[in-house]
């Protein structure tokens, strides 16, 4: 089982849906967390930090459930940019070790 | 200004060739990474840097040996490469200190795409 786990995808969405990613992690120890987006033949860059209490970045929503060891990512109002691959990432929190779910892609189409 | 260079950007080579990767940072960070992102498109880390010194070590053939002269620089060698070395591999950079929104990020160089023939 891998460390951080998301939805297989691919999610094929029309313009302007709601769509929602899901993430879990097995390390209880982990102490931060991250949305990445990653496009074709591109680096991963970062979407946003996700915070205990939840936050909001436009059209963006990350939840954490530290309880649960899940972690969701909510875009409204998808656009043809947010085509892309989304990585969850957890920091295990020693030695500043980032590990990367396998990621889900997203295709939004008009 | 490139926050987290890396050069080559493409490398092609035959199979049992010795190559080079070399990474620069100015974000004045202190750790430095190398991740590999293989053709099912999964991360993963291979080594961690904090001020020159070797923190993280995952399961990585020592045919592949890291060299961080100073904090803003992590070049990677590889010796005999082998088919399945082909990859793409990413040079990342993050700061232990805790920056004002309350979290340390890690931000990427644009990756090398490696291709042994």
């Known amino acids: 089982r891998k460390e951080v786990e998301q939805d297989p995808g691919p999610f094929n969405v029309p313009e302007g849906a709601t769509v929602a990613f899901n993430c879990t992690y097995s390390n209880s120890a982990s102490q931060s967390f991250f949305w990445y987006r990653q496009d074709c033949r591109k680096e991963p860059k970062l979407l946003m930090s996700?915070?205990?209490s939840g936050n909001e970045d436009g059209r963006f929503t990350a939840q954490l459930n530290r309880a649960s060891q899940y972690i969701s990512l909510l875009i409204r109002d998808s656009k043809l940019s947010d085509s892309a691959t989304y990585l969850c990432?957890?920091?295990?929190?020693?030695?500043?070790?980032?590990?990367f779910g396998p990621g889900t892609r997203l295709s939004v189409l008009p | 200004d490139t926050a987290v260079s890396q050069t080559p950007k493409y490398l092609v080579t035959q199979m049992g060739n010795d190559k080079s990767i070399k990474c620069e940072q100015n974000?004045?960070?202190?750790?430095m990474y190398w991740y590999k992102q293989d053709s099912k498109k999964f991360l993963k880390i291979m080594f961690s840097y904090n001020n020159k010194e070797l923190i993280i070590n995952e399961t990585v053939p020592n045919r592949f040996s890291p060299k961080s002269p100073d904090k803003a620089h992590l070049n990677l060698h590889i010796n005999s490469l082998e088919l399945g070395d082909s990859a793409v591999y990413f040079c990342?950079?993050?700061?232990?200190?805790?920056?004002?929104?309350?979290?340390?990020?890690?931000?990427f160089g644009a990756g090398s795409r490696l291709t042994v023939l």
């Open positions: 990432v957890v920091n295990r929190g020693y030695g500043q070790n980032f590990v």
């Open positions: 996700v915070y205990s």
């Open positions: 974000l004045g960070h202190d750790t």
């Open positions: 990342a950079s993050s700061s232990r200190q805790v920056i004002s929104s309350g979290a340390n990020v890690l931000t």
